[in-house]
RNA sequence: GCGAAAGUAGCUCAGCUGGUAGAGCGCGACCUUGCCAAGGUCGAGGUCGCGGGUUCGAACCCCGUCUUUCGCUCCA
C-alpha cells in the first residue's frame, strides 16, 4: 500500500470539491453565487466540527482542574472595544500609489513625514501638521488626509510618485445598532475577538466559583472580522468560530505558564491524529500591543505552514484597560503572599474553523491498492474514529432474504451510544467506498452467517481488514474505538 | 484593493469559425448479482454565474458585475 498526498496547490482544490460533494462545508448562498469568505457546514462537517469543539472543550476543562468554561454573547458594550485597543488600532485609513501597487497606512506616512520635520528643525510645523491630521482623522475627513498628503508632496518610496488613490478607512469590526429607532440607537460591534467576554467576567467567575489563581476561563464561539481580502477557503473567513482559553497567573509567573501551555497545547493537535512533522511553533518577532511573547502553532496546509493556534502572553493589558475605563477594580486578593493584584493572562486561541480545516486536509488521502491489473486508486478521509463524522455504518451484504431487517435491528441496537448510519443501496463495494469518503471508521456488515450464528464482520477504513465478531460485543468494541477517551488518553 | 486565471448537470470536464446543450462519474427506481466504486433498462437534474451590448441568431464576441483559485498587499 502506497500513500500518496499532493502538497500542490490543486491539493486544496481537491480538498474543497471533496468538501462540498460530500457534505462537509458549502459556500454560503450558494444559490446566490455565494457570499464572499463566509461557509456553511453541511450534514458532515457539523458532525466534525462539533466533534472538534467538543474535544478541545473536555480537554480545556473536564481535564483540567482549573479551568471553568463561559458562554458571553457576541454583542458587547461599545467601551470594551476602546479598552481593548480594537477601536483604535482596528480602524486604518490606508491609501494605495497607482504606480507601485503598494498600500500605505495613510496616518503612518503622515507620522513619518512629520519626523522628518522635526528632524529638520521645523518642530512647529510638525506639529500643526500632526494637529491637523488628527482633526480630519476625528471628523472622518478621509479627503482631507489625502489633501495633506499631496500639499506635503509625500510620495512612495518605491514608485516615487505622487499618484495615490483615495484614503480608504479599512474597518475590521462589523458594526450595527442598537434599540428600536435608528436616531437614537448606538452603534454597537460585533465582537471580533472572543477574549474580552472572558476579561469583563473575569470576576464573576473568580467570585462565583471561589476560584484560585491560577485558574483559567474557557469559551468557544463565533467572531467576526471585515477581512480585506480572504484566502484559502475557510482559514480566512469573515465571520469565525474561536476556541480560547484565557489563563490567569500571579505576575511573574507568566512565562512558566507559557511555556506549559505551549507544550499542552502542541500535544492536544497530535492527539487529534496531525503528525508532528506537520506541526510547529513559530515566534511572533512583532508583539502585539498587550503581548510580551506570542506564539503560533502552524499546521502545514497545502498553502503552507500557517497559524492555526495562538498563545500569547498579554501581560495585564486587557484587565488593566478595563479597570481604568470602566472604572472597576480588577484585581484578585492573593491569599498565600496576602496580595492585590491583577492577573497577568496567557492565552490560547485556537481557529475552529483552521483545525477543522487542517483535519480535513490531514484525512484526505488518495491511495493506490492492488497490484497489476488489481491496482486502482481510492480516496478515503483518514479522521480519528472519535472524530469523525459517523463512527459506523449498518450495511446488509443483500437486501433480500430478511438480511435489511437484521441490520436495522442492529441499528436500533447501537445507534444510541454513537452516530450510526444504515445504507442498503448499491452493492457492497460501492457502500463501502461511500463510507471512506466522508471517513467513516466501521462498516458492519450483516451476511448469511449472521442469520445463524448471529456474528457480523467489521471493516476497518484504513486496512480495509474484516473481522468478525458477535453482534452483542459490537457497542463495547465500537464504543471502546471511537470514544474521545481515545483522544485524551494520549494528553496524559 | 491591485494583477492573472477560471466559472457549462451534484462532481470532473467536452462543446469547431457564433446556428436552440453533451459525456463520464454520481444520484433515484426496477431487474440481475452478492465482500471492496459490477452489468442492464428507465429516469431526474442546466435561463451555460449574473446583467447589459453587438448580431437575424450568443455558452462562444465586447463591456460591466459577482464568486473562486493563484501572486502581491493586509492580518490589532
Known sequence: MENKKTDTASALKDIISHAKEYGFVFPSSEIYDGLQAVYDYGQNGVELKNNLKTVWWKAMTMLQDNVVGID???????????????????????????????RYRADTLLEDRSALLE?????????????????????????????????QKITCPVSNTANWTEVRQFNLMFSTQVGAVSEDASL??????????IFVNFLNVQKTGRMKIPF???????????????????????????MEMQFFVRPGTEMEWYATWKETRMKFHQALGLPADSLKFHDHDKLAHYANAAVDIEYKFPFGFKEMEGIHSRTDF???????????????????????????????????????LAILCNAYTEETVGEGEQ?????????????????VAVLPLVKKDGLAEKAQEIVKEIKFAFNTTYDEGGAIGKRYTRQDLIGTPYCVVVDYQTMEDQTVTIRDRNTMSQERISIADLKEKIGHAVSMERIFEKLL
Not at 528632524?119 to 495633506?148: F, I, S, Y
Not at 460591534?189 to 474580552?196: D, I, K, N, S, V
Not at 486587557?318 to 491583577?342: A, R, V
Not at 497577568?344 to 483552521?354: L, M, P, Q
Request: hydrophobic share 40%; charged share 30%; with cysteine.
Open 216 to 242: 483559567g476561563i474557557a469559551q468557544i464561539g463565533k467572531a467576526f472580522r471585515n477581512e480585506i481580502v480572504a484566502r484559502n477557503f475557510i482559514f480566512r473567513m469573515r465571520e469565525f468560530e474561536q
Open 119 to 151: 528632524d529638520q528643525g521645523k518642530a512647529d510645523e510638525a506639529k500643526a501638521l500632526m494637529q491637523h491630521m488628527a482633526k480630519c482623522l476625528d471628523a472622518g475627513d478621509l479627503e482631507g488626509v489625502r489633501q495633506l498628503i499631496i500639499d
Open 375 to 391: 491496482e486502482k486508486q481510492r480516496v478515503y478521509l483518514n479522521f480519528h474514529p472519535a472524530l469523525a463524522p459517523v463512527k
Open 72 to 102: 458571553a454573547s457576541i454583542f458587547m458594550h461599545p467601551l470594551t472595544w476602546k479598552a481593548s485597543g480594537h477601536v483604535d488600532s482596528f480602524n486604518d485609513p490606508m491609501i494605495d500609489n497607482r504606480d507601485s501597487k503598494k
Open 188 to 197: 454597537i460591534y460585533l465582537r471580533p475577538e472572543t477574549a474580552q467576554g
Open 318 to 356: 486587557d484587565l488593566k484597560s478595563h479597570q481604568e475605563l470602566s472604572k472597576k477594580k480588577q484585581q484578585y486578593f492573593d491569599p498565600e503572599i496576602n496580595e492585590n493584584y491583577i492577573p497577568y493572562v496567557v492565552e490560547t486561541s485556537v481557529g475552529a474553523d483552521r483545525l477543522f
